[in-house]
């Protein structure tokens, strides 16, 4: 079972950006596809963006399309999601997740009851 520590969050003033960064302790990071939620005060997790296990292929929601990118590092075992023009609506715990099963249908990446591992979460806050 792969664990996965999240790390970057913080405080930002809108418009700022952030890297935050979800380090797999795993033999081999490459069998997973990995995965970044966020949940705000009071509501509910919310799927952000994915990647592809060789890092080729990443889907974002549209609500950060544009703004956020998700990279991966397998040698260094590494995820990471670059936040850029950060909005107040933004502010949420963030974290990451793995799942090792590969779907055909590409939606379910977006599910989180479809990931395998999580990461504790790191906060995100944006002032506005």
């Known amino acids: 079972q792969v664990q996965l520590v999240e790390s970057g969050g913080g405080l930002v003033q809108a418009g700022g950006s952030l890297r935050l960064s979800c380090a797999a302790s795993?033999?081999?990071?490459?069998?997973?596809?990995m995965g970044w939620f966020r949940q705000a005060p009071g509501k509910e997790r919310e799927f952000v963006g994915r990647?592809?296990?060789?890092?080729?292929?990443?889907y974002v929601a549209d609500s950060v399309k544009g703004r956020f990118t998700l990279s991966r590092d397998n040698a260094l075992k590494t995820m990471y999601l670059q936040m850029n023009s950060l909005k107040p609506e933004g502010t949420a715990v963030y974290y990451c997740?793995?799942?090792?099963?590969?779907?055909?249908?590409?939606?379910?990446?977006?599910?989180?009851?479809?990931?395998?591992?999580w990461g504790q979460g790191t906060q995100v806050t944006v002032s506005s």
């Open positions: 795993t033999r081999t990071l490459s069998t997973y596809t």
């Open positions: 997740a793995a799942t090792g099963r590969l779907y055909s249908e590409t939606e379910k990446y977006t599910r989180q009851e479809n990931y395998d591992a």
């Open positions: 990647i592809s296990r060789g890092g080729s292929i990443t």
